[in-house]
């Protein structure tokens, strides 16, 4: 079967299994700021009512009436936010006046996205790490840089490749790895419904390209 044999549905399903995206930059249209957050709440609010009633929700229903608010405002304030760059996290560099010269492993940083095929989570683990070209960032800086990328419509190849981007150039350094291993709720969930299964991407530049230096940042994430 070819896919001039498919229909556009199947077509567009065919391509989101097939985990395809598209840029490195988050696709965005010229005017994706031209609404505030609270005209954007409005609208998806409206829209996703008419989700609901679609579906044959009853609406009237005291458990579901404040549902597209809820939502809407889920979207535009959390799981979504990341897509403002007012939301980017203000990172203030500092001279590393310890001379520590070694790698710094920030593991285990909590991990909650959105596949941008079909609008559910991505749960995993990032961890990434650094050698200092004389600056240094606070700890919780990375989480952030980490969290502002993950907080919109997301394939995970994007993810690591602009977490990486960011850290290089704010740290002013190529020496920079990012290790994402995570859960996607479009295989465990839906279609297939793997739920023992879960993706692994890196970014390895500058320095972690050395065989040595990676296999020492991932002995650090094994233990």
Request: proline share 3%.
């Amino acid at each position: 079967m070819t896919q001039q044999d498919l229909s556009a549905t199947e077509i567009e399903d065919l391509l989101g299994e097939q985990h395809i995206g598209t840029s490195y930059d988050t696709p965005l249209r010229s005017d994706a700021f031209d609404l505030s957050d609270e005209e954007k709440i409005s609208r998806i609010s409206h829209h996703f009512r008419e989700i609901m009633q679609t579906l044959g929700l009853d609406l009237t229903d005291d458990s579901l009436n404040g549902t597209p608010g809820r939502v809407a405002k889920m979207f535009v304030k959390e799981v979504f936010s990341g897509l403002n760059p007012e939301n980017k996290p203000a990172i203030t560099l500092f001279e590393n006046k310890y001379q520590y010269n070694q790698m710094l492993v920030e593991k285990n940083i909590t991990l909650y996205s959105n596949c941008e095929h079909h609008f559910v989570p991505i749960i995993g683990k990032a961890h990434v790490a650094y050698i200092s070209s004389g600056k240094v960032v606070g700890l919780s800086k990375l989480n952030r840089i980490v969290q502002y990328y993950a907080q919109r419509p997301q394939v995970q190849e994007r993810l690591t490749i602009q977490i990486a981007n960011e850290l290089k150039t704010i740290l002013e350094t190529d020496d920079v790895a990012v290790y994402i291993d995570a859960v996607h709720l479009c295989v465990s969930s839906r279609g297939i419904k793997d739920t023992s299964s879960s993706t692994i991407t890196t970014s390895f530049d500058g320095v972690f390209l050395d065989a040595k230096r990676k296999e020492e940042f991932l002995q650090y994430i094994r233990n």
